[in-house]
C-alpha cells in the first residue's frame, strides 16, 4: 500500500510518518520539499492547485493522508482566500484523485467547525457553527471531501500539542524561563491532544476503516490556565525550568484575539473508541510522555 502524507514536517504528520511506516510505502511531503531531520521528502504545496493534480497523479497512492492545513487561525481572519484554498479546493482535488482512484482519503478537522458555546460535549451529529475563518474553511474542506462521495476517514482533533512547531506546550515552557508571573484565559475549555495520539488513532483506524467523521481527541478536559499549571509541574519535575510562574486567570474578554476562540472545545470520542476498538489515553499521562521525551 502506498500512502502519500501531506505536512510530513507538522506536528501532526511529523508523528504519522512514524507510525503509518507499519501500513505501508509512506510518501511524505513538505511544501517545499526540505529534508526533515535529514529524511528526504518531496514538495506538495497545496495552494498550486495545478501542481497538486499533477502530481497526484503521478504518485498513484492507494491513501492519501491530509495533514496539512492553514492553521494560523487570526491570520486567517485577513486571509481567507489562502485558507480556503489550502483547507478547503485542495481536499477537494484529493478526494477527486481518490474517488476516481477508488483509493482511501484520510483528513484532519478541528473543533473550530463548532460555535463553542454550551457546556456538552460536542458529538460528531451535532450541527457545525464555525465562528472564524479558520473554522469556515475547514468545515469547507470536510463538506467538499464528503460531497465527492470518496472513500473516507475525516478526524476531529483540538488542543494539539508535541514538542515540535509552535503549540501552547512550547509557549508555555519558554515563557517559564522569561517571566515569574503569567495570566492565562481560563474561560475556555478542551482536550488536550498529543500528535502521538492522532497519530496512532490514525494508524489502528486504518487497520478496519470505515467511513464517516469521528472525533479523536485524548480524554479529560481542562482549560488552559490548568493546561499550564500541569505543564509547569512536570517541567520543574524533569528540570526543564527552574521555577514554577505564578499562573493567574483571565477571561477570554481580557485577551482579545482577532479570530473568535470557542469556548467549548470539548469533542465526545466514543463513537470513535466503539467503532475501531480503541481506548483513547488521558491528556495528563500523554503530557507527561511527551515531557519526558522532551527531557530525554
Given at each position: 500500500?502506498?500512502?502519500?502524507?501531506?505536512?510530513?514536517?507538522?506536528?501532526?504528520?511529523?508523528?504519522?510518518?512514524?507510525?503509518?511506516?507499519?501500513?505501508?510505502?509512506?510518501?511524505p511531503?513538505?511544501?517545499?520539499?526540505?529534508?526533515?531531520?535529514?529524511?528526504?521528502?518531496?514538495?506538495?504545496?497545496?495552494?498550486?492547485?495545478?501542481?497538486?493534480?499533477?502530481?497526484?497523479?503521478?504518485?498513484?497512492?492507494?491513501?492519501?493522508?491530509?495533514?496539512?492545513?492553514?492553521?494560523?487561525?487570526?491570520?486567517?481572519?485577513g486571509d481567507?482566500?489562502?485558507?480556503?484554498?489550502i483547507?478547503?479546493?485542495?481536499?477537494?482535488?484529493?478526494?477527486?484523485?481518490?474517488?476516481?482512484?477508488?483509493?482511501?482519503?484520510?483528513?484532519?478537522?478541528?473543533?473550530?467547525?463548532?460555535?463553542?458555546?454550551?457546556?456538552?460535549?460536542?458529538?460528531?451529529?451535532?450541527?457545525?457553527?464555525?465562528?472564524s475563518?479558520?473554522?469556515?474553511?475547514?468545515?469547507?474542506?470536510?463538506?467538499?471531501?464528503?460531497?465527492?462521495?470518496?472513500?473516507?476517514?475525516?478526524?476531529?482533533?483540538?488542543?494539539?500539542?508535541?514538542?515540535?512547531?509552535?503549540?501552547?506546550?512550547?509557549?508555555?515552557?519558554?515563557?517559564?524561563?522569561?517571566k515569574?508571573?503569567?495570566?492565562?484565559?481560563?474561560?475556555?475549555?478542551?482536550?488536550?491532544?498529543?500528535?502521538?495520539?492522532?497519530?496512532?488513532?490514525?494508524?489502528?483506524?486504518?487497520?478496519?476503516?470505515?467511513?464517516?467523521?469521528?472525533?479523536?481527541?485524548?480524554?479529560?478536559?481542562?482549560?488552559?490556565?490548568?493546561?499550564?499549571?500541569?505543564?509547569?509541574?512536570?517541567?520543574?519535575?524533569?528540570?526543564?525550568?527552574?521555577?514554577?510562574?505564578?499562573?493567574?486567570?483571565?477571561?477570554?474578554?481580557?485577551?482579545?484575539?482577532?479570530?473568535?476562540?470557542?469556548?467549548?472545545?470539548?469533542?465526545?470520542?466514543?463513537?470513535?473508541?466503539?467503532?475501531?476498538?480503541?481506548?483513547?489515553?488521558?491528556?495528563?499521562?500523554?503530557l507527561?510522555?511527551?515531557?519526558?521525551?522532551?527531557?530525554?
Open positions: 500500500m502506498k500512502i502519500l502524507l501531506t505536512g510530513a514536517d507538522g506536528q501532526v504528520g511529523y508523528e504519522l510518518w512514524r507510525a503509518l511506516q507499519f501500513k505501508g510505502e509512506v510518501i511531503a513538505t511544501i517545499d520539499g526540505r529534508a526533515v531531520d535529514g529524511m528526504t521528502t518531496i514538495a506538495l504545496d497545496l495552494n498550486n492547485l495545478g501542481d497538486l493534480e499533477k502530481k497526484l497523479k503521478d504518485i498513484n497512492a492507494d491513501v492519501i493522508c491530509n495533514a496539512a492545513a492553514y492553521t494560523a487561525v487570526d491570520q486567517a481572519e481567507s482566500e489562502l485558507a480556503f484554498a483547507n478547503a479546493t485542495a481536499p477537494e482535488i484529493m478526494a477527486k484523485y481518490v474517488k476516481g482512484k477508488g483509493a482511501l482519503m484520510v483528513h484532519y478537522s478541528t473543533d473550530y467547525v463548532f460555535s463553542g458555546e454550551g457546556q456538552v460535549s460536542w458529538v460528531e451529529e451535532d450541527r457545525p457553527e464555525p465562528k475563518v479558520y473554522g469556515k474553511s475547514k468545515l469547507a474542506g470536510e463538506v467538499a471531501v464528503m460531497k465527492m462521495g470518496c472513500e473516507h476517514m475525516i478526524f476531529r482533533t483540538a488542543w494539539i500539542f508535541s514538542e515540535r512547531k509552535h503549540n501552547f506546550l512550547k509557549t508555555m515552557l519558554r515563557l517559564a524561563q522569561e515569574k508571573e503569567l495570566s492565562v484565559v481560563n474561560d475556555q475549555i478542551g482536550c488536550p491532544t498529543w500528535s502521538q495520539t492522532l497519530a496512532l488513532g490514525t494508524a489502528f483506524a486504518l487497520n478496519q476503516p470505515k467511513n464517516g467523521i469521528f472525533h479523536l481527541t485524548n480524554k479529560g478536559a481542562t482549560t488552559w490556565a490548568d493546561f499550564a499549571r500541569r505543564i509547569f509541574s512536570h517541567a520543574q519535575r524533569l528540570d526543564l525550568i527552574k521555577k514554577k510562574p505564578e499562573v493567574y486567570n483571565i477571561t477570554s474578554d481580557q485577551y482579545p484575539t482577532p479570530a473568535q476562540r470557542p469556548k467549548n472545545s470539548v469533542l465526545e470520542c466514543q463513537k470513535f473508541e466503539s467503532t475501531f476498538n480503541v481506548t483513547l489515553p488521558h491528556w495528563q499521562t500523554t507527561q510522555l511527551c515531557m519526558q521525551r522532551m527531557k530525554s
